[in-house]
């Protein structure tokens, strides 16, 4: 079971589909539980910013009402063109109009250019903010939190669902608030300037709004059953890639190929009908600003003969039924978006609400540099509530000592470092490090005195350096250089492009595996730990590399209490204690020689390794 | 643009659905277009001359021309939407079929997460510049020259000095976007370091917490997203500043229509309605441009998927049929190897393997042994072809594998790879993938051999037992003896096991050598096996054991032929079995605390 744990966490992580097209009322579109609850917590990261956004919404009114004076003077520009044709006006009125539409228009674009440049700052420092607690906050949750949920969930939570909120919040607010304002102000304009005219072009408004409405609504439940589909046809693309050579292997593909044809003819037609529904929205808001033109023209025109309108007024109307439909359209669209981003938002702070399950207590002991003596007394353990990987495991080492853990796969030895490390806390029982309960000690001094070399050894995409570094980061060149040799690993490290200053790419995978765990292996040297934990790779890598680690993890152990978990006879043997575990439960114990003496089961597991051998020899 | 228009072939099935959006198109635009001409009619010669019946049927003309115009537009739509939608599955599919008839060396060049990617954002993102170019891709030039053209027509005069405005507009684009776009990518750059440092930080969360480096992933990610942040406040704000200065240069344009219009009708050259007209198409030809300048960045973005996407579908298969290639019939399981080099990417200079010859007789065992990277696999991947020799040849009961059928040479192999990849599905349907009718006996006794008999009981459903995505329920172990009881149940002539045992514990792995043997002793016709291991305890009992060095094959014997005359093979065995005792050649440069082996 930690076995399966260990590779479910070391399994190199798929990368996601990159960002996915923006807008365009693509969004996955899902509801969110708590709208009003977690806007107004998102609202609260903008606190910081409440002046600058106080200016923001100053500009934002004053770049909209600039906006729709356009419309407006230009109606007064045409009456004054007929006015001074009949002689009633000179032409210095139409020139002032034009002065005051240059006037307009600068301080329009000053208020907009202002207002975005303020946004662009504000919103990026929130998401700077959200993007910060979250990976902070995830830092102090144990092992427990990240074994139940996939690296690809979390990194959803800081690529897409970021992705949503961001859009929101640096585009679509200010968007959704002069939107609405130029709405009201349209309205507001065109009653002053002839509420009858208003009127008229308020017939269709409704109607459209109803339209607009009611597709919105059949768009979002067909975007759903959309997305269901596109899931599931990725599922199917990812497997088939990734299992492309077995499914070779077999001679499989049609198979593959049927299987995909059926989810990809379902995507293609689901997604046509809701992409189709999606597009209706334009041209119903087309016609609505173009019948509010004819209607305009029609109606305006009639005033204009009985006289109750101007030319003028109708130009600027026909203007302002342009104006009037696109804020209409924006707010459909801007509901998914929203809806998205706080769906989005409301998993990130649903992972900033995980309380960390492990704690240091009150008053914690700082451990310093300990001794080194571990007592397991009666330690047992679940990761899942009734299914006891450790039962009653009781050992004792002494500062020092070498303890082999051997058994077979699942049998719970990755479980019994796991416990040493804290990574886990027991159900019962207690594990002692110089006599003090590992629970009391701090974790972080704990861990300070504990050297880890994982079976799989990780390495950051960074310098070979700073990969061993990482042990100890106040470590000098010097001292990073002289772990690497003790660790044989200078030789290698030396024949590599640019030494110690070569960048590892992702995951190390310009290294062998051999060498990989040179480096981990100084990189524990360095951390110069009491206490050592080393999962043995089962299989060897080759043999020069090989007899270089064993080397290099025999310089590593001298002077400090270790825990193998070993596969091989020759670690086994060196051993001052071996532990034999199986179901949990420690069957044996003793040195090898004992345990081989006992003819019990580790003697049947040695002899099983050899009776190949015996075969082969007879 | 290029790889997107090579791409556009795709379209081709659909053409006429695409013709027909393109007609729509013109449709909507010439009813669009038509409204202002219109507005113009009613001024001029319904208000002008108080005549209200032109003002009454030209506004019930207007508004049959915008229901005309919404409903060109949701054919449009609809059809535009069925061509994207169609064109999107089918390369989808043509994806996925291509990658049918690669071979290991082009999946090699190609890593599944990027396949992945290619199928689903890359094909998204070509197939909306597909749709939109149905729309308004093509709707705004269209559009833009449409309403120049009836400018012209309103007035000759207005419509020159509102062209000389275009220039300074496109100028202003392309100054604008290029910088623009560079910026965008700058922040994706800066995106992606900031998701590497996270990926990380997920992937090595134990070597994090057992170095107590919190601390120091917290700085580390606060450096990435500090320079995120910092880079998109840039891009953020010179949007907002260009962007409403756009829009300013347009209202120029208005104003300069306005005054020279104005001065034009006093001096009686032209009519208010021509003046209102005339705006109104100056607004309708500068705001494609405006839309043009938002497509750019989407344009580029697919047009490099659609090179990823092409990529992929370019790709030659490196292993192909020949024409007349023979069916493999009552095969015995023969395996010969014949001056055999191999180099990936056909490179004689980096060969992985030199000048190998061996021979497999049916039902002997060959184990293959050597450093990573010696050619192990290579070795055998070259039976079922996954890849194709370079030099010499394989054969299969003497005929070279190049002269049969790809699917009778491979039906006739079972193969566990290193790999133990598994498909979502019940256990059952695991087992029996290579042999899909295989009976629940065939299935029960393919477990058991291969030691995983014992687990499945255990497990709440038995075979029925659905596992996770790619087998993440089961351990390593569990899910390497599943693949070989997969490779079991096609009862294949030849039984590879490359490394397929690592993660089994020794007891159970010679539990499953022994059932193995038992298995292929009790079938009728014999197995040829070959395993590749790193342990060495796995290869004791072979026939022959290859000793893979360099790409070349430095011993073959048995066991005990090997530990007398190979050093690097007694070598090999001393380090994971021996007593401490080790070759002097290595003795030599070893330091002391070697010494512990032995007396510790």
Known sequence: ?618 | MKSLMRLYRFVGPYKWKALGALALLLGMVAADLAIPRLSQRIIDQGIGHQNLHVVWTTALIMLGTALASALFAIVNNALSVQVGQSFAADVRSALLRRVQQFSFGNLDRLQTGQLVVRSTSDVNFVQMIVQMSLRILTRAPVWMLGAIGFLFATSIELGWIVLAFFPVIILFMVVFTGPATKMFLAVQKRLDRLNTVLQENLAGVRVVKAFVREDQEIERFGSANEALTAQSIRVFRVLALLMPLMMVVMNAAVIVALWFGGSMTLEGRMTVGQVVASVNYLSMALFPLLMLAGMVAPLAAADASASRILEVLDGEPEVKERPGAKTLTAPRGRIAFENVSFAYGGNGADSVLRDVSFVAEPGETVAILGATGSGKSTLIHLIPRFYDVTAGRVTFDGVDVRDLTITSLRSHIGIALQEAVLFSGTIRDNICYGRPDASQMEIEAAAAAAQAAEFIASLPNGYDTVIGERGTTLSGGQRQRLAIARALVVRPKVLILDDSTSAVDIETEVKLQDALDRLVSESEHATTRFIVAQRISTVLLADKILVLDGGRITAAGTHRELMETSPVYREIYNSQLGEGRRSPAVDADRSTSAGEVRHG
């Open chain 1, 1 to 618: 079971m930690a076995d399966a744990r260990t590779q479910q966490i070391s399994r190199p992580h798929m990368p996601g589909p990159g960002p996915g097209p923006r807008g365009h009322g693509m969004m996955a579109v899902e509801r969110a539980k708590n709208v009003r609850g977690t806007l107004s917590r998102l609202v609260r990261y903008a606190a910081p910013y409440r002046a600058a956004l106080v200016v923001v919404i100053v500009l934002a009114a004053v770049s909209t009402g600039m906006g729709l004076a356009g419309p407006y003077l230009l109606g007064k520009g045409v009456d004054a063109i007929i006015k001074i044709a009949m002689g009633q006006a000179g032409i210095d009125v139409l020139f002032r109009i034009i002065l005051t539409m240059i006037g307009v228009y600068v301080v329009s674009w000053v208020a907009s250019a202002a207002q975005g440049w303020i946004v662009a700052g504000v919103a990026q420092k929130m998401m700077r903010a959200l993007r910060a607690e979250l990976f902070d906050h995830m830092q102090t949750l144990s092992l427990r939190f990240f074994d139940s949920r996939t690296s690809g969930e979390l990194m959803s939570r800081l690529t897409n669902d970021m992705d949503a909120v961001s859009r929101v919040l640096s585009q679509n607010v200010t968007q959704l608030f002069s939107g609405i304002l130029t709405l009201v102000g349209v309205l507001v304009i065109m009653f002053v300037l002839n509420p009858l005219l208003a009127l008229g072009t308020l017939v269709a408004f409704p109607l459209m709004v109803g339209l607009v409405g009611l597709v919105g609504s059949k768009t979002r439940k067909a975007f759903r059953g959309y997305q269901a589909n596109l899931g599931a046809l990725n599922g199917i693309l990812e497997e088939a890639y990734s299992g492309q050579r077995v499914v070779m292997a077999y001679g499989q593909q049609d198979a593959v190929l049927q299987k995909f044809d059926t989810a990809n003819e379902a995507v293609r037609k689901v997604g046509t009908h809701a992409m189709t529904y999606s597009l209706l929205v334009m041209p119903l808001m087309g016609i609505l600003s173009n019948a509010n033109i004819a209607i305009v023209a029609g109606l305006g025109g009639w005033m204009t003969i009985v006289g109750m309108a101007t030319i003028g007024t109708i130009a600027s109307f026909i203007g302002y039924s342009n104006r009037f439909a696109e804020p209409l359209r924006m707010l459909g669209d801007l509901y998914n978006q929203v809806q998205a981003a706080v769906a989005g938002a409301e998993r990130i702070f649903g992972i900033i609400d995980t309380a960390p399950d492990q704690t240091d207590p009150e008053n914690a002991t700082e451990l310093g540099r300990i001794e080194g003596d571990v007592l397991f007394d009666h330690v047992t353990f679940s990761y899942v509530p009734g299914v006891p990987v450790l039962k009653d495991v009781s050992l004792h080492a002494r500062p020092g000592e070498r303890i082999a853990l051997v058994g077979p796969t699942g049998a719970g030895k990755t479980t019994m470092v796991n416990l040493l490390s804290r990574f886990y806390d027991l159900d019962s029982g207690s594990i002692k490090i110089d006599g003090i309960d590992v629970r009391q000690a701090s974790r972080a001094s704990l861990r300070r005195n504990l050297g880890i070399v994982l079976q799989q050894s990780f390495l950051f995409a960074e310098s070979v350096m700073e990969n061993i570094r990482y042990g100890r980061p106040d470590a000098t060149d010097e001292e990073v250089i002289a772990a690497a040799t003790l660790a044989r690993a200078d030789g290698f490290i030396h024949r590599l492009p640019k030494g110690y200053s070569t960048i590892l790419s992702e995951r190390g995978a310009n290294l062998s595996e051999g060498q990989r765990q040179l480096i981990a292996i100084a990189r524990a040297i360095l951390a110069d730990p009491r206490i050592l934990i080393l999962d043995e790779a089962t299989s060897s890598v080759d043999t020069r590399t090989e007899v270089r680690i064993q080397e290099a993890l025999l310089a590593l152990m001298k002077g400090r209490t270790s825990f193998v978990i070993a596969h091989r006879l020759s670690t086994i043997r060196g051993a001052d204690q071996v532990i034999m575990i199986d179901q949990g439960e420690l069957v044996e114990r003793g040195s090898h020689e004992e345990l081989m003496q006992a003819q019990g089961a580790y003697y049947r597991l040695y002899m099983s390794q050899f009776r190949g051998q015996a075969a082969a020899s007879a």
